[in-house]
């Protein structure tokens, strides 16, 4: 049966690279943001979000991400609703992309893999971490969100310290040559494990 290795870190934090990585190793890798994404475009989605926020969470029966953005990161009841709606979906789309793989082991990146509860059904998990000074910088340019916007976001999710202490491995990525060296290493022992 095909292994899940969970790869998790803040926002910020350098999981797409790690992510990458994996890919141009060939092992199979799913975005859980990128697939949350597209779920939150489906009529049946649209129209929950709707039905809970209001009507002007939606616009020409799109999601007003704009709006909803506002509601959910400042107030941590609303993003748990909101987490309520999507987590369900993508878990169930993630067990069928599971099925058609054909590695020993496959890779869930997840910003919120402790948050969601994904980490229970993940073999080996790893967190990527890197200095908030470095990841809220990252943002700032990625996003193009002000320092209190990125601010905001990483309140809203666990510490480094907490999710570390409940890894398998880390990767430090404030440089590329080190978190290199690091994946190469967990890369190596997942080899030989599965």
């Not at 029966?61 to 609703?81: A, D, G, M, R, T």
């Not at 990625?142 to 880390?170: A, C, F, G, H, P």
């Amino acid at each position: 049966m095909t292994k899940i290795i969970g790869l998790t870190g803040g926002i910020g934090s350098g999981k797409t690279t790690i992510a990458r990585l994996f890919e141009s190793e060939n092992i199979p890798v799913y975005i859980a943001d990128i697939e949350a994404k597209k779920i939150m475009q489906f009529p049946e989605t649209i129209e929950k979000i709707r039905k809970y926020f209001g009507n002007d969470a939606t616009v020409n029966n799109q999601v007003n991400k704009k709006y909803l953005s506002q509601i959910v990161f400042e107030n941590p009841k609303e993003l748990e609703k909101l987490n309520s709606i999507i987590h369900p979906l993508v878990k169930l789309h993630f067990e069928k992309w599971v099925k058609k793989q054909k590695t020993p082991f496959v890779i869930k990146e997840s910003a919120i893999l402790f948050e969601s509860g994904s980490y229970k059904y993940c073999d080996k998990i790893i967190t990527v971490f890197a200095s908030e000074e470095t990841r809220i910088l990252r943002v700032m340019l990625r996003d193009k969100l002000s320092k209190d916007e990125v601010q905001q976001r990483i309140k809203n999710q666990w510490s480094d310290v907490k999710k570390i202490s409940m890894s398998d491995y880390t990767i430090e990525n404030e440089s590329v040559t080190v978190a290199k060296k690091q994946f190469d290493e967990i890369l190596k022992i997942l080899k030989i494990l599965y």
